[in-house]
């Protein structure tokens, strides 16, 4: 791997705040271990461009503990060398230092192109991100997701204002079958804060976009999650089957809608009036009570025309067998049929790779 290949991995990771143990720090070790002191230098200077100073974490920085114990690494690997101190790399780490722990921070996650899917918004809001890790062989769109998130896995009562593996799993598998989001509208239930359904309108082209949560925090959070990504919502009062144009136009800006949805209360008539052509959700199959009011839901959906039933997708990380399987006998009790998707191919978000990760497909 060439070095500013390196650099661009080292970007990806870093800007998503992925976890500092899956950083390529050994194929790091061996180029400086390989390179006269003048290229080592280049390259440690490379790799603070492209993660501490990078624009999007100058702008949208991830935790500051995270950016602390990223820079000592950094720091280590180049002290290991016995080269000459590098001014940057303390100067950068500074600041950090007597810098205020945040309840929230900001993730971002650099999107790639596939062929035969769109990126549908120019994003003036976030900086364009030009390059690609040499991991993925997509062409990178120019652009990332950016997100601001709760520090704690726990927050405000929820589990709903982080990103879940499941949710970048279902995102990747919706770039590379785009054809299921074009031109049609999408419920997500249970949004988050939101990354799943930005992905998909940055880069699947739905003609209408509804997220949805029952936790007003998490909605907050949602709302500005989508603003800061450049989108306009539309007023709630919105009917998302009015002022659409003729079927097969493309639609190069999505109408975006954030819906309050309890699963407890609400109605086949509100479910029904959002004219949904495809329902997606992630992570959402972690407790049996959880699972009973979600499939409440889909059930719902069944006394639609047998021409307008939606396509149903489910992702999830299967944690507990017995959760999963109480998930699969319920859905046989229902009358809902399911199958599972065959992987897809790519980890574009750099995840966690787990075995016992999945997407359904839901049959009403």
């Known amino acids: 791997m060439a070095g500013p290949e390196l650099g661009l991995l080292f970007q990806r990771h870093f800007l998503a705040a992925r976890r500092l143990r899956g950083m390529p720090w050994a194929e790091l070790e061996q180029q400086l271990t390989a390179a006269p002191q003048r290229s080592q230098s280049s390259l440690l200077l490379d790799i603070l461009h492209q993660t501490v100073l990078h624009p999007l974490c100058v702008r949208f920085p991830p935790p500051a503990s995270y950016r602390r114990r990223f820079l000592t690494e950094l720091i280590k690997q180049h002290e290991s060398t016995a080269a000459d101190p590098l001014d940057e790399l303390y100067?950068?780490?500074?600041?950090?230092?007597?810098?205020?722990?945040?309840?929230?921070?900001?993730?971002?996650?650099?999107?790639?192109?596939?062929?035969?899917?769109?990126?549908?918004?120019?994003?003036?809001?976030?900086p364009v991100l030009t390059s690609l890790s040499p991991t993925c062989d997509l062409q990178p769109s120019g652009e990332a997701v950016t997100l601001s998130e709760s520090v704690a896995i726990i927050s405000q009562g929820t589990t709903g204002l982080i990103t879940w593996d499941a949710a970048l799993h279902l995102a990747e598998w919706a770039m590379e079958n785009p054809k299921v989001f074009t031109n049609r509208t999408v419920l997500e239930l249970g949004s988050g804060v939101g990354f799943t359904g930005l992905v998909i309108c940055k880069t699947c082209n739905p003609k209408t976009y509804v997220f949805s949560d029952c936790h007003h925090g998490v909605l907050k959070q949602l709302t500005e999650n989508i603003r800061l990504n450049g989108f306009t919502l539309e007023p709630e009062t919105t009917n998302p089957a009015q002022g659409q144009e003729a079927e097969g136009q493309e639609y190069q800006q999505p109408k975006l809608l954030v819906a309050e949805l309890d699963w407890g209360s609400v109605t086949e008539q509100q479910l029904l009036a959002l004219h949904a052509d495809v329902v997606i959700a992630a992570d959402v199959v972690y407790d049996p009570e959880v699972t009973l009011a979600l499939i409440g839901v889909l059930?719902?959906?069944?006394s639609s025309r047998a021409d307008r039933k939606p396509d149903i997708y489910v992702a999830l990380t299967v944690r507990n067998a017995d959760t999963y399987h109480v998930f699969q006998a319920e859905l046989d009790k229902a009358g809902i049929r399911w199958q599972i998707i065959p992987a897809h191919s790519s980890n574009i978000f750099l995840h966690d790779t787990q075995p016992n990760m999945t997407v359904l497909q839901l049959l009403v």
């Open 91 to 126: 100067d950068a780490l500074a600041p950090i230092l007597n810098e205020e722990e945040s309840t929230r921070c900001y993730k971002s996650y650099i999107l790639p192109s596939f062929p035969g899917c769109s990126t549908a918004v120019s994003c003036s809001t976030v």
């Open 299 to 302: 059930q719902k959906f069944s």
